[in-house]
């Protein structure tokens, strides 16, 4: 049965359920700013340190750099992700959370979306920050594009395994020890995308963005469908 104007009611349920977890994890963001504050002083911090420890030469600049972006943003992500379901747990409210009528998929959704907003307003501070720091011509929108794809496989991979670690008392070391080997493919792509987008000569004529988008939809669906099952693990 479809309401007056053609609409599933499934979906719209399925839509608020999302909305309702994605605007009580934002807000709580805006009002703590715990997760981004960590992540963009981690990332700043590396790119500082990269600067002061690698005397990188123009010429070799574009090939080098966008590892060195991605070294600092993946690690400070990590941060972040630790924290997915860190009020929950803190406040002893996950059971209930569990216990409530809403999809895991719902869940799981809002949950990656909350991350991936945070580690793309990360992202939007350390492009700049890096382009000034190394004296690099950088096509912001490319290169924030580029990241965004990227940004979406690290925070699909990084909700899901938040959720399995949240179950350990080592969390913050667990998540790392999961996390870095399932993103290389995404790693790879990105890494290799965004030297295409700086110019690097070293970066190869390959379609990584396909590579990306591929790769973005394999993790996001995989989660969706066991996100339940880590749940009740």
Known sequence: MRTADGADPSVLVFGRQVYAVLAKDLLLEVRTKDALTAMLVFSLLALV???FALDLRPEVMSAVGP??????????STLG???????????????GLLMAPLDR?????????????IISAAATVS??????????AVDIPAVLGTLLLGAVGVAAVGTLF????SHTRAREVMLPILLFPILVPILIGVVQATGLALGSPTARDMPWLSLLVAFDGIYVAVGALVFDFVLQE
């Open 127 to 136: 492009v700049p920050a890096f382009a000034v720091l190394f004296d690099v």
């Open 67 to 76: 590892g060195v972006l991605w070294v600092a943003l993946v690690f400070g």
């Open 162 to 165: 938040s959720a399995m670690a």
């Open 105 to 117: 998929s719902a869940l799981y959704l809002a949950k990656l979306l909350a991350n991936l907003i």
């Open 81 to 95: 992700l630790a924290r997915t379901f860190a009020a929950e747990r803190d406040h002893g409210t996950l059971e």
């Open 49 to 51: 340190t990269f600067n």
